[in-house]
């Protein structure tokens, strides 16, 4: 019964810590969307002065100012999004410790800030908005519980003239109310309900939301057909009990019902504990779970219908049991699988593995009007279909050349090792495929478009020449080591842009100085097809962004008349820089080289300053860095080029499915595995009761063995073979944790052979 108590464990863990994890993940998608407005019904925004004096009269309309700002302490500073309200009943965001603001002047901050800055409750920060700067007590610590990278700041301040209001919100509709009426139907105000703001929330919720919303009813239909096929190993015991406890009296309808409540007791108990402990282990570690998310819960939602679903379903099963199990009895009549029928399997197997393997091979070579993805996406079933029968097909194989009874010996061992083998090899294939996939489709994504800055970077544009080596020499100091800067040419006597030199010959030929009227000829790949100009040092080479780049050239466009026509359309010759593009300039002349010299670029005395390895800092000193900036460029834009990316976020949903695929074999294969060798135990002791050699159990282990061991290895190439599509798609990688799910099958098969070898207890020791 432990098996059983092991598995009920398993299922209700599994279950209901995976609908956990998603349920908590769409709660806090919910509470974040419903925080962000106060748990307000409605709100409105508006910048029209009028509309603003016609809410002040209205009745429950609670003003609120919302504008980019930064928090400082100690030197260290961090943009935050300053909110700023009058009503100290207006509670906007999570707070996890401390309280709201009753008093002007008390400020909520986010917690992620506060760790990061040093900010302890009871501390005394300046806030800074445009050109003011006035002080705040924290009174507390808030969160975003769909957003942990979210910072903001909550500040409770008096109705004063430097208060304007950008957002009101409400629990009463404003289209209702008489004096905003006008401004709504001018659409000099807009406002939306709390649902219409869920319903945004829940269209650009987390892609893992969307990708593992099956998985929880995906795993415990795993588990289930697992317990399934452990009950039919161990089928042979409980008619033997049965049999005993007929023999001691007890008619056999009560024998059997005793057995089978017995058994669906013991799941039904460890699908209690294991959801109890689940959901346990969620709610103390949901910090770093939804941190791996990029989330930050503050309570976990536990899916009770799913669990009341499942507890529900398996006592039906307990009831159903019992006439099930009698009519089975009945049939089985002790017998094994007879040797007609595993012939019937083998030939089963053969013929789909031979059936799946043609047309896969027939789907990878195929050419016409399908398409290359739709190609890809025909030939995962007949690769499904090699994988579930490949098992039957090797089984016979590794019992060639045996004696006949050894030959016998090994299709009765052999019987139960097909299933449980074909599903875990499905478990792997599929996981591998869709990591591999997914991972190819984020690689080559990148790959194809250019970021606006480079990854991990922090790019300080317009910063003055003469701030830039003391931010050079405290990025040194605390760390950096790749840093480079461009010199901003002065556009008051020239505005040169680069382009690609396909735009300047389409202008040419088109006869038009306007380059709106040639976008068709833009650079698609390049995140700004018509970029800015630097300068850099004095005999460097002429770099520019790759996607600009043609035959070693670009294209330049002279913007001397000051509107958005050129005066000149030129060439240059420039080298591919994969760092330049997008928010940095799309191409960097050396300064007094014939480019400067010929549209006279003079240096502005200001520079773009961009820290490559911004990220390797520790949070500190970025934080250190970044008030350094401020201090040194109060003026500068800013753009921090470490956030993570869709690619990236594609990625880590692929890389967490290898892991599940990965464990998700192991299980299947070891308690499978396991399952059969609780019931074989008989035919081990009787092997070694008769005195075979070591040799010959080994043997026969190993051919056992080499059932899982084989098919499972086999996943790998065919994975990575269906998503390359044998090879003809190689423009970006796969990665590498694809393979886990196949090493993973494999390795558990090799611990299974072991624990086969083992001397079996009998009752009677």
Avoid at 14 to 31: G, M, P, R, Y
Avoid at 483 to 500: C, G, K, N, Q
Avoid at 739 to 761: E, H, N, Y
């Amino acid at each position: 019964m432990g098996v059983l108590l092991l598995l009920g464990i398993l299922l209700g863990g599994s279950l209901t810590s995976l609908a956990v994890v998603l349920s908590s993940a769409e709660k806090a998608i919910v509470d974040s969307a419903r925080a962000d407005v106060g748990h307000a019904s409605y709100a409105l925004q508006t910048g029209n002065p009028d509309a603003t004096d016609a809410l002040r009269s209205v009745a429950g309309a609670k003003p609120l100012q919302d504008e980019n700002g930064d928090v400082v302490a100690d030197g260290l500073s961090a943009s935050v999004l300053v909110r700023t309200i009058t009503d100290p009943s207006l509670r906007l965001g999570v707070v996890t410790k401390g309280t709201w603001p009753s008093r002007p002047g008390e400020v909520v901050l986010s917690q992620t800030t506060a760790e990061a800055l040093g900010i302890a409750i009871g501390d005394t920060i300046q806030v800074r908005t445009g050109d003011r700067q006035r002080p705040g007590r924290v009174v507390g610590w808030s969160v975003d519980p769909a957003d942990r990278t979210t910072s903001t700041l909550v500040q409770l301040t008096d109705d004063g003239a430097t208060f304007r209001p950008t957002m009101w919100l409400s629990d009463e509709s404003f289209f209702g109310i008489t004096a905003v009426r006008p401004f709504l139907d001018d659409r000099t105000a807009t406002y939306n309900s709390v649902d219409s703001l869920l319903e945004v929330a829940a269209k650009n919720r987390p892609h893992f939301l969307s990708a593992m919303r099956f998985v929880p009813t995906g795993c415990a239909l795993l588990v289930g057909v697992l317990l399934l096929a452990v009950g039919a190993v161990l089928s042979g015991g409980w008619r033997r009990d049965a049999d005993t406890l007929v023999a001691a009296g007890m008619p056999e309808s009560h024998a059997w019902r005793r057995i089978v409540s017995v058994i669906f007791a013991t799941v039904l108990i460890g699908e209690i504990a294991g959801s109890a402990a689940a959901a346990l282990v969620v709610l103390v570690a949901r910090g770093p779970i939804s941190a791996r998310l990029g989330q930050q819960w503050v309570e976990i939602a536990v899916p009770w219908p799913a669990v009341a679903v499942m507890l529900g379903l398996t006592m039906l099963a307990g009831l159903l049991a019992v006439p099930s199990v009698r009519a089975g009895a009945r049939w089985l009549q002790r017998r094994t699988l007879q040797t007609a029928q595993r012939r019937w399997a083998t030939l089963v197997g053969v013929a789909a593995t031979a059936g799946g393997l043609a047309c896969w091979l027939l789907l990878i070579y195929a050419s016409g009007t399908l398409g290359r993805d739709r190609l890809a996406s025909l030939s995962q079933l007949p690769a499904a279909v090699i994988a579930a029968a490949l098992p039957y097909a090797i089984a016979p194989l590794l019992a060639w050349g045996l004696p006949t009874a050894t030959r016998a010996l090994m299709g009765n061992l052999l019987a139960g090792a097909r299933s449980v083998t074909a599903a875990g090899a499905l478990v792997a294939l599929a996981s591998s495929m869709w990591a591999a996939q997914n991972v190819y489709d984020a690689n080559l994504g990148e790959a194809l478009s250019s970021r606006l800055q480079p990854a991990s970077s922090f790019v300080i544009s317009d910063m003055p020449d003469s701030a830039v080596p003391a931010l050079t020499a405290l990025y040194r100091e605390h760390g950096g080591n790749e840093l480079i800067s461009f010199r901003v040419p002065d556009e008051a006597t020239a505005t040169l842009r680069v382009t690609a030199a396909e735009v300047v010959a389409c202008m040419g030929e088109r006869h038009t100085q306007d380059p709106g009227d040639v976008t068709d000829c833009f650079s698609q790949d390049s995140a700004a097809p018509i970029n800015r100009v630097l300068l850099g040092p004095e005999g460097s080479a002429q770099r520019a962004d790759p996607h600009l780049v043609d035959g070693g050239k670009v294209g330049l466009l002279d913007f001397r008349t000051g509107d958005q026509t050129v005066s000149r359309l030129a060439e240059t010759r420039a080298e591919a820089d994969p760092v330049l593009g997008g928010n940095l300039p799309g191409l960097v002349v050396p300064l007094g080289g014939s480019v400067a010299e010929d549209f006279g670029l003079e240096p502005a005395g200001m520079s773009e300053v961009v820290l490559l390895d911004f990220t390797a800092l520790e949070p500190r000193d970025q934080f250190f860095i970044r008030a350094a900036a401020i201090r040194l460029a109060p003026s500068a834009d800013m753009q921090n080029g470490s956030d993570p990316t869709e690619y990236d976020r594609l990625r880590s949903v692929a890389n967490t499915a290898a892991f599940l695929g990965a464990l998700g074999t192991i299980v299947i294969v070891m308690l499978g595995g396991a399952g059969l060798i609780v019931g074989h135990t008989l035919t081990r002791r009787t092997l070694i009761d008769v005195g075979a050699a070591p040799g010959r159990r080994l043997s026969i282990v190993a051919r056992w063995t080499a059932v899982p061991l084989i098919t499972t290895l086999l996943t790998i190439p065919l994975a990575i073979l269906t998503v390359s599509l044998a090879a003809q798609r190689t423009a970006a990688s796969y990665g590498v944790l694809w393979i886990l799910p196949g090493v993973a099958g494999a390795t558990a098969a090799v611990f299974i052979g072991a624990a086969f070898l083992r001397t079996p207890r009998m009752d009677n020791e």
